[in-house]
């Protein structure tokens, strides 16, 4: 019998197959499978292609996939019905689930992931629970997007005379190549919705931040405070003491100090996870298809 596991994030898909024996078959990568972004065809194509390449070209008999995007019963009826012929069986899920699934192997736990969007991921060993994951027009509090359109709406402010100009705007201007007002008007609405450029300037944040300036940095301690005192008020529903932390947000080491502060304050400790989602994929396949999982050895 072959299990695999997937993870089908917004840049990539990654996928690993093993038999129910624990015999390792491969691994597999494709490109992005959320459907919001690419479309329905291109993510199940992604899907498909990632899992024939960790199982060498064979059909899985049970394929457990975690996507991005699946954010309502409406997108979960939408893929799982698209992804049903990947496997023999397939189950389709959200990628927060399986990314802490990895960390805590079914136990009670809580992760933030916090990249292009944001979510909180809980589960008390029966129900799970989430925060956020509502993409960036309702939610995503905390994510590079968030801040992204904190810098956007600050230089706004600065163009139109409201704040003083300082690092912050000279990097942003530079880096989106406007020399006033109506550039940014133009660059912001007149050339479609920017989600992955807005979420980059997250980087000119930090960046300017580093180098001392304040606005950006105060861009950044609501960003992490913000998307922290959800992450807290999860681990006290779950009754945990520590908190997985997961995304490009957390390399900044600015902004995963303020994150972890605030969780110290509130005696949590929060733990960079350590294991690539698509390994809980994987123990969820076992599981499912009753499968011993101490035979999978986690990397």
């Known amino acids: 019998m072959i299990l695999v596991g997937v993870d089908g994030g917004g840049s990539k898909t990654a996928a690993i197959a093993y038999t129910c024996g624990g015999s390792f078959i491969g691994k597999g990568t494709a490109g992005p499978g959320n459907f919001h972004n690419v479309g329905v065809e291109e993510a199940v194509k992604n899907v498909n292609n990632a899992i024939l390449s960790a199982t060498k070209g064979m059909k ?20 799982s019905e698209a992804l049903k012929n990947v496997a023999n069986v397939s189950y389709v899920d959200h990628d927060g689930f399986i990314a802490l699934y990895a960390e805590t192997k079914g136990k009670p736990g809580v992760i933030v992931i916090a990249g292009t969007g944001s979510v909180i991921v809980g589960y008390d060993g029966n129900k799970r629970f989430r925060y ?3 993409g960036w027009l309702i939610a995503d509090e905390g994510s590079a ?24 705007a000279n990097k942003m ?9 109506d550039d940014l008007i133009k660059w912001a609405y007149h050339e479609g919705h920017k989600v992955k450029e807005i979420a980059s300037l ?21 960003a992490a405070y913000e998307l922290a005192s959800y992450a807290v008020q999860m681990a006290v529903k779950i009754g945990v003491n520590q908190i997985y932390l997961k995304g490009g947000m957390f390399s900044s080491s600015i902004y ?20 690539d989602p698509e390994y809980g994929a994987l123990l969820l396949a076992f599981k499912y298809a009753g499968c011993d999982t101490r035979l999978i050895e986690i990397e």
Request: proline share 1%.
């Open 60 to 79: 899985p008999d049970v394929a457990y996939i975690g996507l991005a995007g699946i954010d309502s019963r409406y997108d979960y009826n939408v893929m």
């Open 132 to 134: 956020g994951g509502l």
């Open 145 to 168: 997007y968030w801040v992204g359109r904190e810098a956007l709406r600050t230089l706004g402010k600065i163009l139109d005379g409201r704040m003083d100009r300082g690092l912050l």
């Open 173 to 181: 201007m530079e880096n989106l190549g406007i020399k006033d007002l």
């Open 202 to 222: 997250a980087k000119i944040v930090d960046e300017a931040a580093k180098e001392g300036d304040e606005v950006a940095l105060t861009i950044l301690k609501n």
């Open 256 to 275: 995963f100090d303020l994150f972890r502060g605030y969780l110290d304050n509130n005696n949590i400790k929060g733990l960079i996870s350590q294991h």
